[in-house]
């Protein structure tokens, strides 16, 4: 099955400057990569999304790319807030059109220090 | 947007007791949905798939008696914890499928619950 590796399990940065998180996933089939942000004592809410047959995607402060040769995914938040800190998970599924399930992986926790 | 509406949000109660959470899509028509399991400062654990008239599929280790899941309608499920211990515990939290949407899964906002 799909293993989702994440990393870093938590990141600090200054408000303003920019966070990466990146994945790795291990199924070559897998072809829908979406990110989740969740705020404490709440479910996920998905940011952004990117399929396998696009290398890129931007959503103004908020961006992910894929490699599909190297098997990960990366997202990248610029102009950082305080508002943005909370845990981010990434995710890799198989996606045809119905359900499938998600494999998450570990978290990384992000902290926007003001 | 579509929302997935998650109840109760938190439940407190004694050892042995079963607790029902339900999982609702408002505005769209779920034929899938998932419930998972988060422990403090972990990922989520999926638990089950739900389809809507038919069993639920659960992953391994999961136990069935335990955690009973009802997909009776395209905008419901139910997973009730039957006898529930301190050790079940935990953050749940549902997600669902819009069958005429290309996003795959909306997730409600979980109930944290603690059995004492």
């Known amino acids: 099955g799909e293993n989702v590796e994440q990393h870093p399990s938590t990141l600090s940065v200054q408000e303003g400057d920019s966070a990466v998180i990146k994945c790795t996933y291990s199924?070559?089939?897998?072809?829908?990569f979406p990110w989740y942000k969740q705020e404490l004592g709440k479910g996920p809410q998905l940011i952004i999304d990117?399929?396998?047959?696009?290398g890129e995607k931007k959503d103004q402060r908020i961006a992910v790319t894929l490699n599909k040769t190297a098997k990960h995914f990366s997202l990248h938040i610029t102009e950082t807030q305080p508002e943005d800190s909370a845990v981010y998970f990434c995710?890799?599924?198989?996606?045809?059109?119905?359900?499938?399930?998600?494999?998450f992986g570990s978290g990384t926790q992000l902290t926007v220090l003001p | 947007g579509a929302v997935v509406s998650q109840h109760p949000s938190r439940v407190i109660c004694k050892s042995g007791t079963s607790v029902k959470i339900e999982c609702r899509s408002l505005?769209?028509?779920?034929?899938?949905m998932f419930w998972y399991r988060q422990f403090p400062k972990q990922s989520l654990m999926l638990m089950a798939t739900?389809?809507?008239?038919?069993?639920?599929?659960?992953e391994q280790g999961v136990e069935k008696d335990k955690f009973l899941i009802n997909h009776a309608s395209l905008t419901l499920s139910t997973l009730t914890v039957t006898s529930a211990h301190p050790e079940d515990s935990s953050f749940y939290i549902c997600?669902?499928?819009?069958?005429?949407?290309?996003?795959?899964?909306?997730f409600g906002d979980g109930t944290r619950l603690s059995i004492l």
């Open positions: 997600s669902a499928k819009d069958r005429s949407s290309n996003q795959p899964q909306h």
């Open positions: 990117i399929r396998s047959n696009v």
């Open positions: 739900s389809n809507e008239g038919s069993k639920a599929t659960y």
């Open positions: 995710a890799a599924t198989t996606y045809s059109g119905s359900a499938r399930q998600l494999t």
């Open positions: 505005d769209f028509q779920a034929t899938t």
């Open positions: 199924d070559s089939a897998s072809n829908y």
